[in-house]
């Protein structure tokens, strides 16, 4: 009898702790879904741009609301000298759906701009001084961008899309090839001036 009424009042001691337990379990599952899926502001997703040497993890320098015209930042400007290439690397945000890669050279016939699907490339190479077709000298890298649409909120906490751009310059003749505004319209890709080429 009395190990009877000892689990008796053992009972509400336990029910208590599982369900303390449950409690505990359901927030860390509900706080581990939120964390993996919780949307990261376009402005807080980085490109990683390496070279021999060297790497450098960024921030875009323009993010601008869809459809709007905003003033260009300035991108940073850095040394590849002695480079063969420069490794530009994107995170899922960003080649999980389509986004490009704009290349522009002191030879505008050298410019190009490639698009890839989702999921189609994580990772590019862009060589520095590509061969010249025809002969002649090896245009040099001066500018490469990552553009891309990402979703974010806007100043009401809706979701909105905003054309993102992430970039480096190459050295003071880079910044020739950038104009002060760029233009984020729903029926083009926004791209700085390049002053030519494809």
């Not at 599982?18 to 490109?47: G, Y």
């Not at 245009?139 to 979701?159: A, I, M, Q, R």
Request: charged fraction near 20%; include cysteine; aromatic fraction near 8%.
């Amino acid at each position: 009898m009395a190990a009877r009424k000892k689990t008796r009042k053992n009972l509400p001691q336990i029910v208590g702790l599982l369900i303390a337990v449950v409690v505990v379990v359901t927030a860390s599952v509900a706080f581990q879904h939120w964390w993996n899926n919780r949307r990261t502001s376009p402005a807080d997703v980085t490109v990683t741009f390496s070279w021999e040497g060297d790497s450098h993890t960024l921030t875009p320098y323009w993010v601008c609301g869809f459809g709007e015209n905003c003033p260009a930042g300035k991108a940073p400007v850095v040394d590849i000298a002695g480079s063969d290439t420069v490794t530009v690397e994107v995170p899922r945000e960003v080649w999980d759906h389509d986004w490009s890669l704009l290349t522009i050279y002191d030879n505008p016939a050298a410019n190009d701009e490639q698009y890839f699907g989702g999921g189609q490339a994580k990772k590019v190479d862009v060589p520095v001084a590509p061969d010249q077709k025809g002969g002649g000298p090896a245009p040099t890298l001066l500018v490469v961008e990552v553009h891309s649409l990402l979703v974010g909120e806007d100043d009401n906490g809706e979701e909105a899309p905003y054309s993102v751009v992430w970039a480096i310059h190459t050295g003071d003749n880079a910044e020739q090839q950038q104009t002060g505004t760029i233009s984020s319209s729903p029926t083009a890709t926004p791209t700085t001036d390049s002053g030519g080429g494809s």
